[in-house]
């Protein structure tokens, strides 16, 4: 039996110290904040998408950075074994659109308490507002941990679950990646993921608070195409966010951080052109002796139609029938290509995840253990692995926590 000293109370840290203490070691996790699983409580908006249920392929494909080092931990401790790990422990889970898995109850908390009560069960040892200031090395091993009240902790292992830089307000500022740099790590810059978008033209203020639904989004560098996906997202004050954005910023985010790239969003992606066109046609006819502003209202949401009008190229005031055949054209081919300009990702604060983070290269993909330093280990967001949205990244989280907790002797 080993003492294990785990370092971060969050999703990656719990799930760590509940498989570490039924291998019967010692377990004691710190934590710096005043209850464990801050972050864990508002992922999902607060519902807590624990993994999804899709086929191990897709969670692979889903993985955007060091997808292959996920092969051991992966297979090792699957998103079935993370299903039946909550059933097991009271928590009903339920299937929803993209495969996501939640609690029946839609209440993250009962995630937390789950993971709680296991873990006090197990006779795991919490430290509530306790910050670790270093990790001791000796002879290329680790040798226990110092507070930040100066106090020693002697342990034989240590696992570093302390997430990245994404909402700071749940205490995520990047103390892992100091570790990792002070034992000889590379840390890749972290950078915000998962995060919503600025953009350009004023008219998004305008469009605040409107979801749409079922469109697909194309983002494009000149006339390359950098991803394109089909979804809902949300305009607010500044830009654009919701599933399809959060995803998109993930893919594009290192090109954003260098230059503006366009956005273009398709409003009636289950409309050909062809179609779209008889469909305005037929507005058109039902509406020719009213002005063109009034006459298009039941193509959009309120909120939409006037920012559609305005952008469209045709006089607001113009009487239907006086619309030309090209003008009608050029107002189908611009509802098929509503076009935006991205010029940022907005910061850490915002981000659900973060991008970069201790080089894997340097990690054990079976243990998860430092090849540079024995007896310390690394889970969850710490480490250089992200994906898209939809449960994919709480899964690293417990498939790697998983992996290190197994890992020590």
């Not at 993921?193 to 469109?215: H, I």
């Not at 507005?283 to 469209?312: C, D, G, H, I, Y």
Request: charged content about 25%.
């Amino acid at each position: 039996m080993s003492k294990v000293a785990i370092i971060g109370g969050g999703a990656a840290g719990m799930f760590a110290a509940v498989f570490a203490a039924r291998r019967g070691h010692e377990v004691s996790v710190y934590e710096k904040n005043e209850k464990l699983g801050k972050k864990l409580f508002i992922t999902g908006k607060g519902r807590c998408n624990i993994t999804n249920a899709c086929e191990i392929d897709e969670l692979f494909a889903s993985v955007l950075t060091n997808a292959k080092f996920l092969y051991s931990s992966f297979y090792g401790y699957t998103n079935e074994d993370v299903i039946r790990f909550f059933e097991d422990l009271g928590v009903k889970t339920k299937v929803e659109r993209g495969n996501r898995v939640f609690p029946v109850s839609d209440h993250s908390s009962d995630v937390i308490k789950a993971l709680e009560k296991e873990m006090k069960r197990l006779g795991v040892v919490v430290h509530l507002h306790c910050s670790v200031k270093t990790i001791k090395v000796e002879d290329g091993k680790f040798a226990g941990l110092v507070l930040m009240d100066g106090k020693s902790v002697q342990a034989d292992a240590c696992i570093v679950a302390t997430g990245g830089f994404s909402y700071q307000t749940t205490g995520s500022t990047g103390d892992g990646y100091e570790f990792a740099k002070e034992m000889g790590h590379t840390v890749e810059t972290p950078v915000p993921a998962l995060v919503p978008m600025e953009v350009k033209e004023e008219f998004v203020k305008e469009l605040q608070g409107l979801s749409l639904r079922n469109v697909r989004a194309q983002i494009k560098d000149g006339k390359k195409v950098l991803c394109e996906d089909f979804g809902e997202m949300l305009f607010t004050h500044y830009g654009v966010s919701g599933p399809l954005m959060l995803s998109a910023s993930s893919i594009i985010g290192k090109k954003l951080k260098e230059k503006e790239l366009t956005l273009l969003i398709d409003l009636k992606p289950a409309l050909s052109e062809e179609m779209l066109d008889a469909r305005v046609l037929r507005e058109f006819e039902e509406n020719k002796n009213r002005q063109f502003k009034n006459a298009v209202t039941k193509l959009f949401p309120a909120k939409l139609t006037p920012v559609m009008v305005e952008r469209s190229g045709i006089l607001a005031g113009k009487k239907v029938n006086e619309i030309s055949k090209e003008e009608r054209k050029q107002f189908v081919y611009f509802i098929k290509h509503f076009s935006m300009t991205l010029t940022n990702l907005r910061g850490f604060n915002e981000a659900i995840i973060t991008r970069g983070g201790v080089k894997v290269k340097e990690i054990d993909p079976g243990t998860m253990e430092s090849k540079l330093v024995n007896g310390v280990y690394f889970a969850g967001e710490v480490l250089d692995l992200d994906a898209l949205t939809g449960g994919f990244n709480l899964q690293i989280a417990w498939s790697t926590a998983y992996a290190a907790a197994m890992g020590i002797q």
